[in-house]
């Protein structure tokens, strides 16, 4: 059974920092791309940051330069640093794992919440 469990969420003021986890199991996790995404009330989700299995980054334009995403495939889990967090990064944080080789498998976790306050 695939389960993809983050924590780190909470509230934060303008200009602070997080780190959101996102412990991984059931799941050969180096194989794994990781991603951040966020959805905040009233709005699709969207794309925050991905690492592939060798390490390369992708960061959405909004977050470029305050964010950084990382993992540890020892520990199966993968990491977000956010810091100068603004009130527009409210929103809830779902972590993705995603493997396309000749299948696709595709799996989130239940989200934590950020709330940034202004």
């Known amino acids: 059974q695939v389960q993809l469990v983050e924590s780190g969420g909470g509230l934060v003021q303008a200009g602070g920092s997080l780190r959101l986890s996102c412990a991984a199991s059931?799941?050969?996790?180096?194989?794994?791309?990781m991603g951040w995404y966020r959805q905040a009330p009233g709005k699709q989700r969207e794309l925050v940051a991905t690492?592939?299995?060798?390490?390369?980054?992708n960061y959405a334009d909004s977050v470029k330069g305050r964010f950084t995403i990382s993992r540890d495939n020892a520990k199966n889990t993968m990491y977000v640093q956010m810091n100068t967090l603004k009130p527009e990064d409210t929103a809830v944080y779902y972590c993705?794992?995603?493997?396309?080789?000749?299948?696709?498998?595709?799996?989130w976790g239940q989200g934590t919440q950020v709330t940034v306050s202004s």
């Open positions: 993705n794992a995603q493997y396309s080789q000749v299948v696709r498998y595709n799996y």
């Open positions: 059931g799941i050969i996790f180096s194989m794994y791309t």
């Open positions: 690492i592939s299995s060798g390490g390369s980054t």
